[in-house]
C-alpha cells in the first residue's frame, strides 16, 4: 500500500463527517494533530475536504450522470474528491484522476472510467449543471434558497450561494497590546505579503501563504474577519470602563474590545464551555494582553444569585450562538446542518440570554446583541421582542449589518440597546 498522503487524509475526513457526529474543523484539527500535517499538505487537505462539503449535491449530482449502476458509498467518496480536483480547481487532471483512483477499493477500473469520461465531457457537463436548479448546482438546501430569495430576492441568493461556496480570504488584525506595542503595525505596513482593509482600522487581508509564524508567536497578529469589528464599534467601550463579553471564546471580540480600551478598565470574558474559556486564555496570553478575567455561565440556566453577584458593567456584548448563516463560507458544512424549524427555537434561546444580562448593566448602560447569522428572526425579531417586553426602560439606539453581497466580508448584525 503507498505511503498516506493528503488526498488519503481528505478522504478520511469525508468518511469521518459522513458519520454525522462531528463539525468539519473538528475533525481537520483532529486529523492535523494526529498526523501532524503542516504547510502544503494541510492547505491541500483542507481544500479538498471541505471543497467537497462546499460542492457536495453539484457532484453528486455529476457522479450520478456519469455512473452506470450502482456505486457503494466508500466510492462515491473517492469520486467526490476526484470531480472536485477536476472541476474546481487547478491541479493538473492526470494528477486528479490517477492519485484519486489510487483510493479507490474494489471499483478502481470503474472510478478511473467515470473520472476520464468526466475529463472529456467536462464543457458539455458544466453546461449541463448551469441548468441545474440552484439547489444542485450550487449546493445548498432548498429551504435557504427560498428563506434567501424571499428576504432578498433571487438576484441575491445566487450570490450568498456563490459567496458561500468560495475559499474565504485570510484577514488579519493588528493588535496593539502585544508586548511590542506599535511595532505590529509598522510591520504590517511594510509588508507585500498583507495589503490594508480600507474603513476597516487595524484590519489587513493576507494576499498570499499563512501569516508568518513569527507574527502569531510575538502577538503582534490574531486572524479575524473584519465584520467582527462591527458589534464591538457599535459597542464602543471605552478607556476605564467596565465590560463584559458574555459569550467570548476564542476570544477575537475580547481582545478587539480591549484594544479598543487601550488595555485600561474591566473586562470580563465569560462562556458557556470551560475548555473554550482556556483557548480564550491561551489566545489572551499569546497577545500579551493582561487583565482580561474569564468565568464560565450558562446563561440559559444561570439563577438570579448567580448572575448578580456578577456586578454591573457600563457595555456588555452578547454575540449569542446562531444559525451562522452569515459565515457558511467558513463553516463549511452549517448548510448541511440546519433544519427549517431552528430559526425560531434559537430566537427563544437568544431574547432568554439577553434578558438575563439586562439586570447587569448600570443605569444608562448599554447592550450590543449581535450574531453572525442573516436570518430576520435572529437579528431584528430578536430585537423587536426585547423592546415589546422591556420598552419602557429599553430603548433601541442603533443597529447596524454586514452583508457579504454588498460589503465583501462576512455576514453579521448588531444592535446597541440602552438602558434609560
Known sequence: MSKPNARHFALEALRTWDNGSKHADEILAALSLRYRLQGPDHALVQTLFYGVLRHLTRLDALIDELKRGKMNHENRCVLRLGLFQLFHTDIPAHAAVNETVSLARGMRGVVNGILRNAQRRREE???????????????????????????????????????????????????????????????????????????????YRLEQGAPPADWLERGLIYVQ????????????????????????????????????????????????????????RQNMNRLGIRGVKTDVIDWLRASKGQIANLGTFDGILLDVPCSNTGVIRRRVDVRWRLRPDEFGHLQRQQITMAEACLPLLKPGGRLVYSTCSLEPEENRGVVERLLDRHGKKLVLEEMAESLPWRDGFDGAFAARLRVG
Open 125 to 203: 457537463l458544466e453546461a449541463l449543471a448551469a441548468t441545474w436548479p440552484l439547489a444542485v448546482s450550487h449546493s445548498h438546501p432548498e429551504f435557504l434558497i427560498e428563506r434567501w430569495s424571499a428576504a432578498h430576492g433571487e438576484a441575491v441568493a445566487r450570490q450568498l450561494c456563490e459567496w458561500d461556496n468560495e475559499p474565504p480570504p485570510v484577514y488579519l488584525r493588528v493588535n496593539r497590546l502585544s508586548p511590542e506595542g506599535e511595532a505590529g503595525e509598522e510591520i504590517l505596513a511594510a509588508s507585500p505579503l498583507v495589503s490594508r482593509v480600507a474603513g476597516r482600522r487595524g484590519f
Open 225 to 280: 474577519d473584519p465584520s467582527t469589528a462591527l458589534a464591538c464599534d457599535l459597542l464602543g467601550a471605552k478607556p476605564g470602563e467596565s465590560i463584559l463579553d458574555g459569550c467570548a471564546a476564542p476570544g477575537g471580540k475580547t481582545a478587539l474590545m480591549f484594544d479598543r480600551m487601550n488595555g485600561e478598565g474591566s473586562m470580563l470574558a465569560m462562556d458557556v464551555s470551560g475548555p473554550r474559556l482556556e483557548t480564550v
